[in-house]
Protein backbone atom coordinates (compact mmCIF):
# COMPACT_ATOMS: atom_id res chain seq x y z
CA UNK A 1 0.00 0.00 0.00
CA UNK A 2 2.00 3.04 -1.03
CA UNK A 3 -0.53 5.26 -2.66
CA UNK A 4 -1.04 8.34 -0.79
CA UNK A 5 -4.64 8.16 0.90
CA UNK A 6 -7.19 11.30 0.67
CA UNK A 7 -9.79 11.68 3.21
CA UNK A 8 -13.03 14.16 2.49
CA UNK A 9 -15.67 14.97 4.94
CA UNK A 10 -18.39 15.74 2.83
CA UNK A 11 -20.82 18.35 3.87
CA UNK A 12 -23.75 17.02 5.47
CA UNK A 13 -22.78 13.26 3.72
CA UNK A 14 -20.33 10.73 3.74
CA UNK A 15 -16.17 10.17 4.02
CA UNK A 16 -14.91 10.05 1.06
CA UNK A 17 -12.08 7.86 1.13
CA UNK A 18 -9.85 7.90 -2.08
CA UNK A 19 -6.86 5.44 -2.66
CA UNK A 20 -6.66 1.68 -1.78
CA UNK A 21 -7.13 1.08 2.23
CA UNK A 22 -6.91 -2.01 3.79
CA UNK A 23 -9.31 -2.76 6.24
CA UNK A 24 -7.87 -4.74 9.27
CA UNK A 25 -9.51 -7.16 11.80
CA UNK A 26 -8.56 -6.56 15.35
CA UNK A 27 -5.96 -9.12 14.88
CA UNK A 28 -4.51 -7.18 12.61
CA UNK A 29 -5.48 -9.71 9.51
CA UNK A 30 -6.10 -7.73 6.47
CA UNK A 31 -9.56 -8.79 5.64
CA UNK A 32 -10.36 -6.63 3.03
CA UNK A 33 -8.79 -3.92 0.06
CA UNK A 34 -10.97 -1.33 -1.04
CA UNK A 35 -10.19 1.76 -3.05
CA UNK A 36 -11.92 4.90 -3.34
CA UNK A 37 -14.80 4.42 -1.60
CA UNK A 38 -17.24 6.32 1.10
CA UNK A 39 -17.63 6.28 4.51
CA UNK A 40 -21.43 6.38 6.13
CA UNK A 41 -21.68 8.95 9.07
CA UNK A 42 -25.45 9.62 9.12
CA UNK A 43 -26.44 5.92 10.53
CA UNK A 44 -28.84 5.44 8.26
CA UNK A 45 -26.83 3.36 5.45
CA UNK A 46 -27.73 -0.16 4.99
CA UNK A 47 -24.06 -1.19 3.97
CA UNK A 48 -22.48 0.20 6.84
CA UNK A 49 -19.72 1.04 7.34
CA UNK A 50 -19.99 2.08 3.52
CA UNK A 51 -22.74 5.16 2.38
CA UNK A 52 -25.41 4.01 0.08
CA UNK A 53 -26.97 7.70 0.10
CA UNK A 54 -29.23 7.04 2.77
CA UNK A 55 -28.42 10.23 4.58
CA UNK A 56 -30.30 12.24 1.44
CA UNK A 57 -33.51 10.54 2.47
CA UNK A 58 -32.60 10.37 6.19
CA UNK A 59 -32.20 14.88 5.92
CA UNK A 60 -28.60 14.35 7.56
CA UNK A 61 -27.13 17.39 8.74
CA UNK A 62 -23.61 17.47 10.23
CA UNK A 63 -23.16 19.85 13.21
Do not use: W, Y
Not at 9 to 30: C, I
Not at 37 to 57: M, V
Request: glycine fraction near 10%; aromatic fraction near 6%; proline fraction near 2%.
Amino acid sequence: MSDKVKIQVKKNGSVRVTGTVDFVDAEGNVIETKTDFSLCRCGASKEKPFCDGSHRDAGFVAD
